[in-house]
């Protein structure tokens, strides 16, 4: 597994447990379709797989179409603390490609990780055309994770990879409520699982996270 940096995200995520607040009364109850809806939310993006080769990034269509290539270069990394956990942000800014990149002139990953041994390999992004500052700063996207998974994934690996993290995933819900780096060491063709959200696969899980966040 490539590995840039030490994040883990299930760490991460589940240091909103101690903000203790919520932007919605008490006494609202969680359904399965809240659970989808947060994690579209999160993992929302315009885009479907991403292949990387170098600094070029690949966004395909949702129908597997080529969305449009963009060349990259590295301009630093920023260390942020969340949940309270840190973790860096390696920014990357374009340098050249298709009239269409000019949404993803700013492009900001975490490094490529796993939840255990045995868990998804995948990583984290954000993208725009304002500024770095914005993508890693602005309060609105605090919850936005768009996510690639290495190679090819189905939505039931997705629902099994999913199911494990309920309890944080619930309590996640509930706390809403309330040097020389280049882009190679994120080579390769990237799943989004984001494009699986609607499969039946996942009910079950989207049923037990809307249980685990009632009860949290």
């Not at 129908?63 to 956990?85: I, L, N, Q, S």
């Not at 949404?103 to 992004?125: C, P, R």
Request: proline letters at 3%; aromatic letters at 12%.
């Amino acid at each position: 597994m490539k590995t840039i940096g030490n994040v883990s995200f299930v760490a991460m995520m589940a240091g909103l447990l101690l903000l203790g607040i919520s932007a919605m009364a008490e006494d609202d109850g969680f359904t399965a379709d809240d659970a989808k809806n947060f994690l579209q939310m999160m993992m929302g993006s315009s885009f479907g797989d991403v292949e990387i080769a170098g600094d070029v990034v690949t966004y395909y269509n949702p129908d597997g179409t080529v969305r449009c290539r963009c060349e990259y270069e590295f301009v630093g990394k920023e260390a942020v603390t969340f949940g309270g956990e840190e973790f860096d942000w390696y920014k990357f800014e374009l340098k050249s490609g298709d009239v269409a990149c000019s949404e993803y002139k700013y492009l900001i990953a975490t490094g490529v990780h796993s939840e255990g041994d045995e868990g998804m390999v995948h990583w984290h992004m954000r993208y725009g055309n304002t500024s770095f500052d914005d993508l890693i700063n602005n309060p609105g996207y605090v919850m936005w994770y768009p996510t690639l998974a290495e190679g090819e994934i189905t939505a039931e690996e997705l629902a099994e990879s999913y199911a494990e993290g309920v309890p944080m995933m619930g309590a996640m819900m509930k706390a809403a409520r309330e040097s020389l780096i280049t882009l190679d060491a994120w080579n390769g063709t990237w799943a989004n699982p984001g494009m699986m959200l609607d499969d039946p696969a996942m009910d079950l899980v989207y049923e037990a996270m809307a249980d685990a966040a009632n009860s949290a």
